[in-house]
């Protein structure tokens, strides 16, 4: 007897997908965090860049996790994070770029003579 609330015939269908053995972690578990050394490499960083950022409170946030209290990043919160990075630097966000800003004159001084 099938408990599932899905029908038994979508599920042999393959129409959701391959069906997951209780021994394997699901997919999304499994890309939805990562460790120090996969964020890492994600980013394009050293591992020992993403503990120093940690220990100073920069960097993407991360959080610990599990009985032995591993340090995870969730993939979300790194791509935030890199979208945040590139809009407060001026060379990705024209808004900020003081080359796009009107020249500023001092009051009461006159320009030429």
């Not at 599932?4 to 890309?31: D, N």
């Not at 890492?40 to 920069?58: C, F, I, K, N």
């Not at 340090?71 to 809009?87: C, F, G, S, T």
Request: with cysteine; hydrophobic share 35%; charged share 20%.
């Amino acid at each position: 007897m099938c408990r599932s609330p899905v029908p038994h015939a979508l599920i042999q269908s393959g129409s959701l997908g391959p069906p997951v053995t209780p021994s394997e972690p699901p997919r999304a578990a499994l890309s939805a965090f990562l460790t120090v050394k996969d964020a890492a490499e994600y980013l394009g960083l050293s591992p020992h860049t993403l503990y120093v950022w940690r220990h100073r409170r920069q960097g993407p946030p991360s959080f610990r996790m599990g009985p032995r209290g591993r340090v995870m990043y969730r993939k979300e919160a790194l791509d935030a994070w890199i979208r945040e990075q590139e809009q407060a630097d001026s060379r990705s966000n024209t808004t900020l770029s003081p080359l796009s800003a009107a020249p500023q004159y001092r009051s009461g001084r006159t320009v030429g003579i």
